[in-house]
């Protein structure tokens, strides 16, 4: 009847660990320590923005994870913006390391931004000039006088020009 037991017991245990309920949680897991990063900018007073989105002032230093590659961009009113990658790295008697450390970067101004050229606008005229006269349909042709017809023609009513005389 041990054998019994003991095979049965055996088997749950083996069933267990096989179909994925086996649980590892109460395992230690390994983080690896942050690492100290400095970041420094001439001029100083930039503000480091990680990818990871830590930001500081230069000069500045960040507690980073060493298990990951991350850059790092340096924004500073009146100079170009600069971005530098830190990579992981494996020295000798170092588990990781991360490199460059520290982060030095020399920011370059950015180029003033010429004036842009006003052209000149035309003021209008200050002397009083004569009115345009309105836009006008040419008269309508006149027909031909007859023998009939001594008078001439009345002046049509959308003829802007008085009758001659």
Do not use: H
């Not at 017991?9 to 983080?31: I, M, Q, R, V, Y």
């Not at 050229?117 to 349909?137: D, E, H, L, S």
């Amino acid at each position: 009847m041990r054998r019994v037991v003991v095979i049965v017991a055996s088997g749950l245990a083996l069933a267990g660990c096989t179909s994925g309920g086996f649980n590892t949680d109460w395992f230690p897991k390994f983080e690896p320590a942050p690492v100290n990063i400095q970041f420094q900018s001439q001029p100083p007073g930039a503000e480091a923005k990680t990818s990871t989105g830590q930001t500081c002032k230069t000069p500045c230093s960040l507690a980073m994870p060493a298990d990951k590659e991350f850059s790092v961009s340096f924004v500073l009113a009146g100079y170009q913006p600069q971005t530098v990658a830190l990579q992981l790295t494996r020295p000798e008697g170092i588990e990781t390391a991360l490199q460059p450390n520290p982060v030095e970067v020399e920011l370059v101004a950015a180029p003033k931004a010429a004036p842009a050229k006003r052209t000149p606008t035309r003021k209008p005229a200050t002397t009083a000039a004569a009115p345009k006269p309105a836009a006008t349909r040419p008269p309508a042709p006149r027909p031909a006088a007859t023998s009939s017809q001594t008078a001439p023609a009345a002046p049509s009513s959308m003829d802007p020009w008085p009758p001659a005389r």
